[in-house]
């Protein structure tokens, strides 16, 4: 089965950054568009970013332009999310998730295997 491992959360101040990674398991990761989410307690999950199965393509949600990078290292099976100029309303858990289909795609229904999640916490 496919397998989705987050890593990199953590606890920072605001104006900090945190690296993300997630590590793809179970199908070469070229197969699949790989999005970020996060989900703040109480909220709707929310997309991040997106970048294609080539690394070549790369959509942000529009808080997060400019802060917030997206890169992919096919080779060894991980995508990254760098979270620079962090604010507290960065705060949530954030989840991968892949994509088997052909286009990209910014709402959670659309991907096919998700992360367990890492907690990401920006404080004043």
């Known amino acids: 089965q496919v397998r989705l491992v987050e890593s990199g959360g953590g606890l920072v101040q605001a104006g900090g950054s945190l690296r993300l990674s997630c590590v793809v398991s179970?199908?070469?990761?070229?197969?699949?568009?790989m999005g970020w989410f996060r989900q703040a307690p109480g909220k709707e999950r929310e997309f991040v970013g997106t970048?294609?199965?080539?690394?070549?393509?790369?959509l942000y949600t529009d808080s997060v332009k400019g802060r917030f990078t997206i890169w992919r290292d096919n080779a060894k099976n991980t995508v990254y999310l760098q979270m620079n100029s962090l604010k507290p309303d960065d705060t949530a858990v954030y989840y991968c998730?892949?994509?088997?289909?052909?286009?990209?795609?910014?709402?959670?229904?659309?991907?096919?295997?998700w992360g367990q999640g890492t907690q990401v916490t920006v404080s004043l």
């Open positions: 998730a892949a994509d088997v289909g052909i286009l990209l795609y910014t709402t959670p229904d659309r991907y096919d295997y």
């Open positions: 179970g199908r070469t990761l070229s197969s699949y568009h």
């Open positions: 970048v294609s199965k080539s690394g070549g393509s790369t």
